[in-house]
């Protein structure tokens, strides 16, 4: 019924910047928080930001003031600009649709911060 499809990763140097992209489908993601967590392997996901659907944002100390939340409701897209990128930044980045009665994930996109 809905699907996140992400987009945008990649290899990048350290101190660069990456802009990921999370396209879904449906009507319902205008009415919706959004948010984007992160899985290294071996260990858990964690959260990377949030965005409701009035645009209020929050972030974690680890990434706040280097990473950025949007959204585009004509598109139907979520961002997430990256700055100032270091290796541990590495991750599978993945994004997350929450509405009442939906719950839903993107496949992953893998982000890679590397010299």
């Known amino acids: 019924q809905v699907q996140l499809v992400e987009s945008g990763g990649g290899l990048v140097q350290p101190g660069g910047s990456l802009r990921l992209s999370c396209a879904a489908s449906?009507?319902?993601?205008?009415?919706?928080?959004m948010h984007w967590y992160r899985q290294a392997p071996g260990k858990q996901r964690d959260w990377v930001a949030t965005?409701?659907?009035?645009?209020?944002?929050v972030y974690p100390d680890s990434v706040k003031g280097r990473f950025t939340i949007s959204r585009d409701n004509a598109k139907n897209t979520l961002y997430l600009r990256m700055n100032s990128l270091n290796p541990e930044d590495t991750a599978a980045y993945y994004c997350?649709?929450?509405?009442?009665?939906?719950?839903?994930w993107g496949q992953g996109i893998q982000v890679t911060v590397s010299s």
């Open positions: 997350h649709l929450v509405k009442v009665g939906y719950d839903i």
């Open positions: 449906g009507t319902i993601f205008s009415s919706s928080a």
């Open positions: 965005i409701t659907s009035s645009g209020v944002t």
